[in-house]
């Protein structure tokens, strides 16, 4: 079974940085393609940013483009995401999920393509 722990979420102010962590179970972590996502009060979940199996392709929303930084180190099961230049828009609660069954390397931004997720992480930013 493979479970996600994500970390790091918070309180900060508008330009502040935080760098969530998702720590993944098991022993392929190298095959999995990973991405975050968020979902604010009454929306939907939405796509931030993905990375393929080795780190070689990512994709971000255009919203977080220059500001988010999608990152992986497969010796330690981890996926990152730096996030500076915080607005209050970013708030939401962030979801890491893992792309287990895709044949291909690819920095995946359907949601519909992930098969495991963590539980959240709260990220409030405030004006």
């Known amino acids: 079974q493979v479970q996600l722990v994500e970390s790091g979420g918070g309180l900060v102010q508008a330009g502040g940085s935080l760098r969530l962590s998702c720590a993944v179970s098991?022993?392929?972590?190298?095959?999995?393609?990973m991405g975050w996502f968020r979902q604010a009060p009454g929306k939907e979940r939405d796509f931030v940013a993905a990375?393929?199996?080795?780190?070689?392709?990512?994709n971000y929303v255009d919203s977080v483009k220059g500001r988010f930084t999608i990152s992986r180190d497969n010796a330690k099961n981890t996926v990152y995401l730096q996030m500076n230049s915080l607005k209050p828009e970013d708030t939401a609660v962030y979801y890491c999920?893992?792309?287990?069954?895709?044949?291909?390397?690819?920095?995946?931004?359907?949601?519909?393509?992930?098969?495991?997720w963590g539980q959240g992480t709260q990220v409030t930013v405030s004006s």
């Open positions: 990375i393929s199996r080795r780190g070689g392709s990512t």
């Open positions: 098991g022993r392929t972590f190298s095959n999995y393609n």
């Open positions: 999920a893992a792309d287990a069954s895709n044949l291909l390397s690819i920095a995946t931004m359907s949601l519909y393509e992930y098969d495991y």
